[in-house]
């Protein structure tokens, strides 16, 4: 959530404005339309590789549908949950990812008719701009999660002793394989705890808000 990339995704695949059709999914009574869902799985799609004449089992399709209309469906939760908090984003900080999105794009010419295409002008996009930095926002601030003991890394250290010791004893490996063991250990177990701090706020907002799936 906090790459450039999915805010280039939108831009491609995203019109907040344009008359989409019947809805794909309600969120809190917010809907997400079939048509926002279409653009957007084209480009999820491109995202991981994928193209979307490639796939020939129909479960393969539905499986990936859902997924690109649940990381939607996450979106709109998180832009709520950033209104809920009063996340504010300065408008300084919005003109300077608007900038780095003009960069990515190479040109200011590219980029303004990629705001055309996607039904934006430089106000509307401004402001959906400013909707997706306060999201990550909130996003990123699950992630800030207590620094784990020292009890902690060495208990996540020997559960998982054969990869960060080389599958050695360690009475007796070496004592700086240990160390370095020990330090790849906190890192990925700071890791795996924000991965589950990011993946709990998402469950508690599903949980907690009226969800419909139409699609």
Same mark, same amino acid.
């Given at each position: 959530?906090?790459?450039?990339?999915?805010?280039?995704?939108?831009?491609?695949?995203?019109?907040?404005?344009?008359?989409?059709?019947?809805?794909?999914?309600?969120?809190?009574?917010?809907?997400?339309?079939?048509?926002?869902?279409?653009?957007?799985?084209?480009?999820? $799609? =491109?995202?991981?590789?994928?193209?979307?004449? !490639?796939?020939?089992?129909?479960?393969?399709?539905?499986?990936? %549908?859902?997924?690109?209309?649940?990381?939607?469906?996450?979106?709109?939760?998180?832009?709520?949950?950033?209104? %809920?908090?009063?996340?504010?984003?300065?408008? *300084?900080? /919005?003109? *300077?990812? &608007?900038?780095? $999105?003009? #960069?990515?794009?190479?040109?200011? =010419?590219?980029?303004? %008719?990629?705001?055309?295409?996607?039904?934006?002008?430089? #106000?509307?996009?401004?402001?959906?701009?400013?909707? =997706?930095?306060?999201?990550?926002?909130?996003? /990123?601030?699950?992630?800030?999660?207590?620094?784990?003991?020292?009890?902690?890394?060495? *208990?996540?250290?020997?559960?998982?002793?054969? +990869?960060?010791?080389?599958?050695?004893?360690? !009475?007796?490996?070496?004592? /700086?394989?240990?160390? #370095?063991?020990?330090?790849?250990?906190? +890192?990925?177990? &700071?890791?795996?705890?924000? +991965?589950?701090?990011?993946?709990?706020?998402?469950? %508690?907002?599903?949980?907690?808000?009226? $969800?419909?799936?139409?699609?």
């Amino acid at each position: 959530m906090n790459r450039l990339m999915p805010l280039l995704l939108c831009l491609l695949a995203v019109s907040l404005h344009a008359a989409d059709g019947p809805p794909a999914a309600r969120v809190n009574g917010v809907e997400i339309s079939q048509m926002r869902l279409e653009r957007y799985f084209a480009e999820y $799609l =491109e995202d991981q590789g994928r193209a979307l004449t !490639s796939i020939r089992n129909p479960s393969v399709y539905k499986r990936l %549908r859902e997924q690109a209309l649940n990381d939607l469906i996450d979106r709109e939760l998180l832009w709520q949950e950033a209104q %809920r908090q009063g996340v504010a984003v300065s408008d *300084a900080e /919005v003109e *300077a990812r &608007i900038g780095h $999105l003009r #960069q990515a794009f190479g040109s200011n =010419e590219v980029f303004e %008719r990629r705001l055309a295409d996607a039904g934006f002008d430089p #106000q509307s996009f401004a402001a959906y701009t400013r909707q =997706e930095m306060a999201a990550q926002q909130v996003f /990123v601030a699950a992630s800030r999660v207590p620094e784990p003991s020292a009890a902690q890394v060495s *208990a996540f250290y020997q559960a998982n002793a054969k +990869t960060f010791a080389g599958g050695q004893n360690q !009475s007796q490996g070496d004592p /700086v394989q240990r160390e #370095q063991g020990l330090a790849m250990a906190k +890192t990925l177990l &700071i890791d795996q705890l924000q +991965t589950q701090a990011r993946q709990a706020l998402l469950q %508690r907002l599903r949980d907690s808000g009226q $969800l419909q799936r139409i699609d």
